[in-house]
């Protein structure tokens, strides 16, 4: 009894040795972003100055957010924003239909250099989420200037300080330049928005610790390899939910992502669907809301004419190029896309031929089927798809746990394949015995 007292003491010690570090550092990473946002909102809100002036301050600010937290790699942002910009206009000069296929080509083979042949490894780890939304913002500019969603091509101004925001340039989301200019011109005061702030950067703590402390420790390192590969996955999506909610916070600091009522209308990721989820195809969409819109609306709609396969494929190849082109995150962003697709068409006939609700996503009221979402069978089969769908997380998310060295150079293919070996290739297999199955019904 003595021995079990110790270990509980001794391990409740060294969860508060971790806590407090973490929580320490997390909550000076928040510091600065939540200070110069609030600055941004209050000057806003008080001295109410003309529409350009809060171009010009968001832009001023943007710079100054950056700086604190990246250094002289800004230079990099500075460059896209201002690169970009003089590329979009040369071409408005010469075509008012292909700027979008255009940019999203200069920005990919910018990218992708950027990424093997100019910038250092360290280096592009330190800005590759800032230049992601950047590109991001810049494709969605482009794109609607086709679709005539703007008058004319924004000025400078209006360019530059949607692209360097400071509620979403650092850690994102991306949100369209009409919400950008929306929400500068939104007046509020409420004590809710102190307490919407103060919610999520308590969760976002909470997140940062569960996975730098909690995760980690509650799975010894002698359990089975598929408990430890659940474990290194969860606490990565721990890592992930932390960003998101810190990106909330900075959102809505700024006063971004609030109607005038001062209710909150941003949400960047659900980690209930995520780690008790109903399908792949879920996980997929709230693991970051406003980036799945933006390749729906942006990459995935534009190339479904050439068939379904193909836009998903091309999807998750832009994917796979804005987080970085390494072997690592396109063997699994590409993998996502191919297990969705099979599921998703595989549970199109499951459903069909057991008249079951287990379509991958939740059927509506009114569908069709002989068992609905109540009875038994439904919530079996559902069942048995969603603890799939957590085997296929361990399994995606087991390489993202390595040393920090790794974490700068990129991950090698060696190390992508050595962790999926280690688990037998199982969701590979898995999935092409689900496809040929899926064939022969």
Known sequence: MEEDEYYTENSWKNLSLCAEPTLYEGLKFARDIILWN???RLIIQYINPPLNICHSLSLMIGILLLYLN??????WTLGITFGSYIFIVTLSLVTTRWRGLLVSLGMVTFLISSEIFIVNPKMWQQIRGIQMIATMKI???AVELDRGLFKSMLN????????LCPANSLLGPWISFNKYNHYLGVRFLSFRWIKIISINLFLSMLYLVLSNCVVPWYIDDDASKWLLAYRDAQAFRMSHYFVSTMSVVSMISAGFGLSNDCRSEVQVTKPYFIELPRSL???VVYWNIPMHKWLKNYVFKPCQPYGQFTAILVTYTMSSVLHGFNFQLSA???????FSFVEYNFRVKVAAALEVCCLANPCIKQCNHKYRKGSFLTLFVNF?????TVIHLAYLGVMFEASFSLQESGYSYLHTLSKWENLNYFSHGFVAFLYVIF???
């Open 332 to 338: 699994v962003l590409l993998s996502i896309g191919t």
């Open 38 to 40: 609030i600055i941004l």
């Open 139 to 141: 494709i969605s500019v």
């Open 384 to 388: 048995l798809f969603g603890l799939i």
């Open 281 to 283: 195809v879920q996980v």
């Open 70 to 75: 990246i250094g002289q790699p800004i230079i």
């Open 439 to 441: 064939l022969a019904l």
């Open 156 to 163: 400078p101004i209006e360019f530059a300080g949607y692209l």
